[in-house]
């Protein structure tokens, strides 16, 4: 199908924001796996990517009130597939290294579908390799 082989790296650059609120995860997730197939992430590693993104939405979601915005950032400069999840204004809350328990679940879920999981105030960093195992894909 025309369109559908992966780019070449350099040639990705989308930026989203959508209300946050959870009825807008589904749109997050859609835009990041439609860009992840594109740059040529493995077929095998879509379908916990995708879970990924949904999860880090969530997390993110949770710090949020209403007027928030979700905002989602997918670059690829010519290396790693770079997806930044975050909320507008951020709101003050937990160290998500030490979820309140309604967020244990996903925190869980991310450790287990990702390789390597850094968690930062707001944001989390996730990294799996590419289909050809040479580069990465970095969520931010």
Do not use: K, N, Y
């Not at 003050?92 to 309604?102: E, F, I, K, L």
């Not at 244990?104 to 105030?121: G, M, N, T, Y």
């Amino acid at each position: 199908m025309p369109g559908s082989e992966p780019q070449p790296a350099g040639r990705t650059s989308v930026r989203l924001s959508l209300p946050a609120a959870a009825s807008h995860v589904r749109t997050a997730r859609l835009v990041s796996v439609s860009v992840a197939r594109r740059w040529g992430l493995a077929d095998l590693v879509l379908d916990e990517f995708r879970l990924a993104v949904g999860e880090a939405c969530a997390l993110v979601l949770a710090g949020t009130q209403d007027g928030d915005v979700l905002r989602l950032e997918i670059a690829d400069e010519g290396g790693p597939l770079t997806v930044s999840v975050s909320a507008s204004p951020v709101q003050p809350g937990p160290d998500p290294a030490t979820p309140a328990a309604t967020e244990d679940l996903s925190l869980a879920v991310l450790r287990e579908l990702v390789p390597s999981l850094q968690a930062l105030p707001g944001r989390f960093e996730m990294t799996w390799p590419s289909a050809g195992g040479t580069s990465a894909a970095t969520i931010v």
